[in-house]
């Protein structure tokens, strides 16, 4: 029998995405002139087009004017704990039933948005940090994230602050993905989470946890050797170990060590051996050294989702870190809408499973998509009044 065809349009992708927002995020009606479904679309054009509302909004000829719509957003929005809360609600909309069925891996990680500003309310909401982008101030987030068979979900969001604890913040996620019923088979750390609290914390609610280990300590060529942690980044063949971490208070923690030897073989332009330190714990057995390093290389997968957020993030240079929460948030879930798309739609029909084709539809397709579906709706401003005439 003959496979029945359908056809995907920018229509089914921007009223999926609308309802998501609609039902979780509760936007209302600012007037007659700023609904919210005219609002929604004009931000889904802003994230589009990586630009900012004031932008979209003197671009868009049926758009509101850039006060109404951030004085819409300012007014219908809840406070940020709230819209947190309504915002992991929307991203775990569309999650399918098998990541509730079984534990899943998770990966956490935090996300640091570059910024050159002053706080708004109080000096926790501007979080420190290594220099980046030319700046040591930045608005963190940290997120939790979920990959199965080629499918990669953002099931929690979670706004830090500065001087937060991490494992705060750890346990934030893990409450927002327990909440949709995601519970962690073990956990996937940066080895910025690599701390006495944190691991103290992970070892306490018995949750397996597998992070790098951090080198520090006397380098090889110094006079009374190498010590620390830096011995294990010497060794010559795989193994594994037990290291103690001590932190300022004098407070410790131990953690199993396993050390992946490997020759780089060219790899980026490098040559030699290569140690690769991990450092784990909380119940997690790993079978060999090669498991650990593959196993942690699934983690990589969350670089690509913050790759993917940089696509679609609103630009602005508000410090209000309302309206920068729900940017972040609302490109996550444009990112989530095209992972259930190609798995609940585009997804191919085979034995074994369904097979994905992300060439399909890729996601600035799909931004793209949502961009032009607002210029055909609203109509687009593409001249510029001037006082002299054109030279030809």
Same mark, same amino acid.
């Given at each position: 029998?003959?496979?029945?065809?359908?056809?995907?349009?920018?229509?089914?992708?921007?009223?999926?995405?609308?309802?998501?927002?609609?039902?979780?995020?509760?936007?209302?009606?600012?007037?007659?002139?700023?609904?919210?479904?005219?609002?929604?679309?004009?931000?889904?054009?802003?994230?589009?087009?990586?630009?900012?509302?004031?932008?979209?909004?003197?671009?868009?000829?049926?758009?509101?004017?850039?006060?109404?719509?951030?004085?819409?957003?300012?007014?219908?929005?809840?406070?940020?704990?709230?819209?947190?809360?309504?915002?992991?609600?929307?991203?775990?909309?569309?999650?399918?039933?098998?990541?509730?069925?079984?534990?899943?891996?998770?990966?956490?990680?935090?996300?640091?948005?570059?910024?050159?500003?002053?706080?708004?309310?109080?000096?926790?909401?501007?979080?420190?940090?290594?220099?980046?982008?030319?700046?040591?101030?930045?608005?963190?987030?940290?997120?939790?994230?979920?990959?199965?068979?080629?499918?990669?979900?953002?099931?929690?969001?979670?706004?830090?602050?500065?001087?937060?604890?991490?494992?705060?913040?750890? %346990? #934030?996620?893990? =409450?927002?993905?327990?909440?949709? @019923?995601?519970?962690? $088979?073990? /956990?996937?750390?940066? *080895?910025?989470?690599?701390?006495?609290?944190?691991?103290?914390?992970?070892?306490?609610?018995?949750?397996?946890?597998?992070?790098?280990?951090?080198?520090?300590?006397?380098?090889?060529?110094?006079?009374?050797?190498?010590?620390?942690?830096?011995?294990?980044?010497?060794?010559?063949?795989?193994?594994?170990?037990?290291?103690?971490?001590?932190?300022?208070?004098?407070?410790?923690?131990?953690?199993?060590?396993?050390?992946?030897?490997?020759?780089?073989?060219?790899?980026?332009?490098?040559?030699?051996?290569?140690?690769?330190?991990?450092?784990?714990?909380?119940?997690?057995?790993?079978?060999?050294?090669?498991?650990? %390093? #593959?196993?942690? =290389?699934?983690?990589?997968?969350? @670089?690509?989702?913050? $790759?993917? /957020?940089?696509?679609? *993030?609103?630009?602005?240079?508000?410090?209000?870190?309302?309206?920068?929460?729900?940017?972040?948030?609302?490109?996550?879930?444009?990112?989530?809408?095209?992972?259930?798309?190609?798995?609940?739609?585009?997804?191919?029909?085979?034995?074994?499973?369904?097979?994905?084709?992300?060439?399909?539809?890729?996601?600035?397709?799909?931004?793209?998509?949502?961009?032009?579906?607002?210029?055909?709706?609203?109509?687009?401003?593409?001249?510029?009044?001037?006082?002299?005439?054109?030279?030809?």
């Amino acid at each position: 029998m003959r496979t029945r065809q359908y056809t995907v349009t920018p229509q089914d992708v921007q009223a999926h995405a609308a309802h998501l927002c609609q039902k979780h995020l509760g936007l209302r009606d600012h007037g007659p002139k700023c609904t919210a479904s005219l609002l929604l679309t004009v931000l889904f054009y802003t994230a589009a087009r990586l630009t900012s509302l004031a932008a979209a909004c003197k671009t868009l000829l049926g758009a509101p004017s850039y006060q109404a719509s951030h004085d819409a957003l300012l007014a219908t929005l809840p406070d940020i704990h709230e819209l947190q809360r309504r915002l992991n609600r929307a991203l775990q909309g569309d999650l399918p039933h098998a990541l509730r069925r079984r534990r899943q891996p998770l990966a956490i990680d935090l996300h640091l948005v570059p910024y050159h500003g002053q706080h708004l309310h109080c000096e926790d909401e501007v979080y420190r940090s290594k220099a980046k982008s030319g700046t040591s101030h930045f608005h963190a987030y940290a997120t939790a994230y979920v990959i199965r068979q080629g499918r990669r979900y953002t099931v929690a969001l979670a706004y830090v602050r500065k001087g937060q604890p991490l494992q705060e913040v750890i %346990q #934030e996620l893990l =409450r927002q993905a327990a909440r949709a @019923e995601v519970r962690p $088979r073990y /956990l996937l750390l940066d *080895r910025g989470f690599c701390s006495v609290a944190v691991i103290r914390y992970l070892q306490r609610a018995r949750y397996p946890f597998l992070m790098p280990l951090p080198l520090r300590g006397r380098q090889p060529e110094h006079p009374k050797g190498v010590s620390g942690s830096r011995v294990f980044g010497c060794w010559k063949r795989s193994g594994w170990s037990r290291y103690t971490l001590t932190n300022a208070q004098k407070e410790r923690a131990t953690v199993r060590v396993c050390v992946k030897c490997r020759n780089r073989r060219g790899e980026r332009g490098r040559h030699g051996r290569e140690a690769l330190v991990y450092a784990y714990g909380g119940g997690l057995r790993p079978s060999s050294y090669q498991w650990v %390093q #593959e196993t942690y =290389r699934s983690r990589f997968a969350i @670089e690509t989702t913050y $790759r993917q /957020l940089q696509q679609a *993030r609103i630009r602005t240079c508000t410090p209000d870190p309302l309206l920068r929460l729900l940017y972040v948030g609302l490109a996550l879930l444009l990112r989530n809408v095209w992972v259930w798309l190609h798995w609940e739609v585009l997804s191919h029909r085979r034995r074994g499973g369904r097979l994905l084709d992300l060439a399909q539809l890729t996601f600035r397709g799909m931004l793209l998509w949502l961009q032009h579906l607002a210029e055909a709706t609203l109509g687009v401003c593409d001249q510029v009044h001037c006082e002299r005439p054109v030279l030809t």
